[in-house]
């Protein structure tokens, strides 16, 4: 079992940034990919960026450039910082960890990021 707790999550004008944390505890030492996955009001949850044990990292289209995955192995903690927000950016946001050996995934409880002026 591990489990996930996100911390970072706000309100923040067009253009501003927030910085979003992942802890993770429990079996640690299982945890393969790390990511965040966004879900907007009435759509899907969906891909925002992932980071693997190896540190491969994987972004969506929409945040290439704008945003940035990282991860301490050591404190199993996983970061996404999140510059020239726009709008269509706000979600809820939630972290993920895949864990061996059969991938399966644990979800946080997920942070609200709203980027209005």
């Known amino acids: 079992q591990v489990r996930l707790v996100e911390s970072g999550g706000g309100l923040v004008q067009p253009g501003g940034s927030l910085r979003l944390s992942c802890a993770a505890s429990?079996?640690?030492?299982?945890?393969?990919?790390m990511g965040w996955y966004s879900q907007a009001p009435g759509k899907e949850r969906e891909l925002v960026a992932t980071i693997s044990s190896g540190g491969s990292t994987n972004y969506a289209d929409s945040v290439k450039g704008r945003f940035t995955i990282s991860r301490d192995s050591a404190k199993s903690t996983v970061t996404l910082q999140m510059n020239s927000l726009r709008p269509e950016d706000t979600a809820v946001y939630y972290c993920?960890?895949?864990?061996?050996?059969?991938?399966?995934?644990?979800w946080g409880q997920g942070t609200q990021v709203t980027v209005s002026s």
């Open positions: 993920n960890a895949k864990i061996a050996p059969y991938y399966n995934n644990y």
């Open positions: 429990g079996s640690i030492f299982r945890i393969s990919t």
